[in-house]
């Protein structure tokens, strides 16, 4: 089981693998933007909202416990909303999650909003290797950057994967 910590971590050494520079973390405890980096050739930031497949907190109930099905609708739903809240000004915005059959549920019944909003998605495996899935379009250099893909729309079924 991952925690959110765990995500950002593994999403932090994929990013810095990949040109990026990590510019702030901010973890479950704390207020603010789970990851922010810029890319060390373009100059571009991105901000990342992560989330966990299970409480961080030891004395929560649900500490080495999957999250159930309502709790995961509303941790995609969170990580869509400040993830959302993100796009614009000249910034990339993506989700990092647990890459299990319930978020990846959640996640494909936004897939049309997603890509309307450019957002990417980090999926993360139990051994820690990051997978990027998404659209960021409308600059194909900026994707190559990304992690290898070279065109400027990126299908669902192209990803690339680091073990982070």
Not at 1 to 26: F, K
């Amino acid at each position: 089981m991952l925690t959110e910590s765990e995500i950002i971590a593994a999403v932090c050494r994929y990013l810095r693998r990949n040109g990026w520079t990590v510019v702030s973390i901010c973890n479950e405890l704390q207020r603010g933007d789970d990851i922010v980096a810029e890319h060390r050739g373009s100059g571009r930031t991105v901000v990342v909202e992560a989330k966990g497949e299970t409480s961080s907190k030891a004395s929560s109930r649900r500490h080495g416990q999957p999250f159930n099905s309502a709790q995961v609708s509303s941790h995609v739903s969170r990580a869509f909303y400040r993830a959302a809240q993100s796009v614009g000004s000249n910034r990339l915005s993506a989700m990092a999650l647990p890459r299990t059959a319930p978020h990846i549920d959640r996640v494909r019944r936004i897939d049309l909003a997603l890509r309307q909003l450019n957002l990417e998605v980090f999926w993360v495996d139990p051994q820690r290797r990051v997978t990027r899935e998404g659209i960021w379009q409308g600059n194909s250099k900026w994707i190559r950057n990304m992690g290898g893909v070279g065109s400027a729309k990126i299908p669902r079924h192209a990803l690339t994967s680091v073990r982070a």
